[in-house]
């Protein structure tokens, strides 16, 4: 089993930049596609970000090309999502997610994912 801790939402103002991080536990991830979703109110969970398996290549959603990069640490098992250029549209919750087998690469739906974090909230204001 694999458990997801995320941290490093909060408040921010529109045109600001906070960085997300998803701590991994229980097994080694360097292995895994891991990938962040978001889910405003009232809205159905979308994906935002993935990097894969080595050769660790990354993949965005259009809405966050430019403004938000996903990147890896896996001495420290752990993923980050830096977010960059807010907007209140980004408000939602973000959840972090570990997928174990190797496959296409464009992992954009939730049943490619294995395992979930409890998601961080991420407040933009105008």
């Known amino acids: 089993q694999v458990q997801l801790v995320e941290s490093g939402g909060g408040l921010v103002q529109a045109g600001g930049s906070l960085r997300l991080s998803c701590a991994a536990s229980g097994r080694t991830v360097s292995s895994y596609a891991m990938g962040w979703f978001r889910q405003a109110p009232g809205k159905d969970r979308e994906f935002a970000a993935l990097?894969?398996?080595?050769?660790?290549?990354?993949y965005y959603a259009d809405f966050v090309k430019g403004r938000f990069t996903i990147s890896r640490d896996n001495a420290k098992n752990s993923v980050y999502l830096q977010m960059n250029s807010l907007k209140p549209e980004d408000t939602a919750v973000y959840y972090c997610?570990?997928?174990?087998?190797?496959?296409?690469?464009?992992?954009?739906?939730?049943?490619?994912?294995?395992?979930w974090g409890q998601g961080t909230q991420v407040t933009v204001s105008s």
């Open positions: 990097i894969s398996q080595s050769p660790y290549s990354t």
């Open positions: 997610a570990a997928r174990r087998k190797s496959g296409n690469f464009y992992y954009t739906q939730m049943y490619e994912y294995d395992y």
